[in-house]
Nanobody
């Protein structure tokens, strides 16, 4: 049974930092990507960052590229999202997702349909 468990969300002031964790287990894909998406109230879910299980290839959205860093710890089967210089517009529920890397995957790593498994999400609120 596939399990993705997010943690690390919370309330932070503008300019602050948070580190989200996604503990993954139960899937047997040989080549896959783990990604972070987010969804703010009244908005569509959007891709934030994604990282490959093999060579460390990664992608991040333009809106967060200079502030967020995705990384993985293979020994712990955990992917992290280090978020710095947080802004009010980063407020959202952040979701972890896993999907196989098929041909053409990296042309659209933010494609929701490319991911088969999703976590329950963790709330991040940036407010003073």
């Amino acid at each position: 049974q596939v399990q993705l468990v997010e943690s690390g969300g919370g309330l932070v002031q503008p300019g602050g930092s948070l580190r989200l964790s996604c503990a993954a287990s139960g899937f047997t894909l040989d080549l896959y990507a783990i990604a972070w998406f987010r969804q703010a109230p009244g908005k569509e879910r959007e891709g934030v960052a994604s990282i490959s299980s093999s060579d460390g290839t990664s992608w991040s959205a333009n809106s967060v590229r200079d502030r967020f860093t995705i990384s993985r710890d293979d020994a712990k089967n955990t992917v992290y999202l280090e978020m710095t210089s947080l802004k009010a517009e980063d407020t959202a529920v952040y979701y972890c997702a896993v999907g196989p890397i098929r041909p053409g995957f990296w042309a659209r790593p933010d494609n929701i349909a490319a991911y088969d498994y999703w976590g329950q999400g963790t709330q991040v609120t940036v407010s003073s």
